[in-house]
């Protein structure tokens, strides 16, 4: 698998798109992938711990809302990745598609709120500079998300529901929820 691959793959991809609706807010994020010694690789941020967040904690894509003055999600999308990780893929970055909108669920609860995913390459690894919201930076291999040897599951628990949820381990890292569901459909359109 490579990056090619992926350009390919989302070259003649129709994502599905959701409508705003009152009182809904954009989110955007960028699913960031670069070469790496073992095949490409997909940039992950360690969400930094924070009582108002509600993903506060979580592994996830660089990304937030779209605010005023973003003139469209992608807007967005680059300018949370610029102020998350220091990261300006206008400048070193291809935007290479965007898989399809997501409506958000945080703390188990389907919130007012859509995500949009775009897709970018790097040709290279610059470095990155992480500011007070996010805790770490990881990138991981596509090749162990890929291998479905590796997915496990975990354990959730909202108010009287248990339910035991895919995951992937990474190191110390728990990948899972909609940035899971992110990449399931990422992987799929390669795989196709």
Not at 161 to 177: Q, V
Request: net charge negative; aromatic share 6%.
């Amino acid at each position: 698998m490579t990056i090619k691959d992926f350009r390919t793959a989302l070259g003649g991809f129709r994502p599905r798109l959701l409508a705003d609706e009152d009182g809904q807010t954009r989110a955007a994020v960028a699913a960031v992938l670069r070469p790496g010694e073992n095949g490409p690789e997909l940039l992950f941020i360690h969400r930094a711990e924070d009582p108002l967040d509600p993903w506060s904690g979580h592994m996830a894509f660089p990304g937030g809302r779209v605010d005023p003055g973003d003139v469209d999600p992608l807007a967005a999308a680059l300018r949370e990745t610029r102020e998350e990780v220091g990261l300006d893929l206008e400048t070193v970055g291809e935007e290479i598609g965007r898989l399809s909108d997501m409506a958000a669920i945080g703390r188990g609860r389907l919130m007012s709120m859509v995500i949009t995913p775009f897709v970018f390459a790097l040709e290279n690894s610059p470095a990155l500079a992480p500011n007070h919201e996010v805790a770490e930076v990881v990138w991981v291999p596509v090749g162990f998300i890929a291998d479905h040897s590796n997915r496990k599951t975990m354990p959730y628990q909202r108010d009287e529901l248990k339910l035991e949820l895919p995951c992937y381990h990474y190191r110390d890292h728990l990948i899972w929820g909609m940035t899971l569901a992110m990449v399931d459909e990422l992987l799929s359109l390669v795989s196709r």
